[in-house]
């Protein structure tokens, strides 16, 4: 009867073993540094730019170029 019984306790303790390994929390992403947070806002400024439409009247002309991207030779 005592050998049913440990079978039992190390049958339910074995059925237990997955579970009691999974109540550990994942860890949390550490905080972004300032320095990734500027890095990360210049790249979306720079993404911002490139796809921003051409034709913008306040700082490019009828060819969608800027004034200071303007050939220095016109013909």
Same mark, same amino acid.
């Given at each position: ?18 579970? =009691? =390994?999974?109540?550990s929390e994942a860890q949390p992403k550490?905080?972004?540094?300032? #320095? ?5 806002? $210049?790249?979306? =400024? ?9 034709? $913008?009247?306040?700082? $490019?002309?009828?060819?969608?170029? #800027?004034?200071?991207? #303007? ?5």
């Open positions: 009867m005592t050998k049913f019984v440990i079978a039992a306790l190390l049958a339910m303790l074995h059925a237990m073993a997955p579970v =009691a =390994a999974q109540t550490p905080p972004v540094t300032d #320095r990734e947070q500027v890095q990360a806002d $210049r790249a979306k =400024a720079a993404a911002e730019e490139k796809n921003a439409p051409t034709t $913008r009247p306040w700082d $490019r002309d009828a060819n969608g170029k #800027r004034p200071w991207e #303007r050939s220095s030779v016109t013909k």
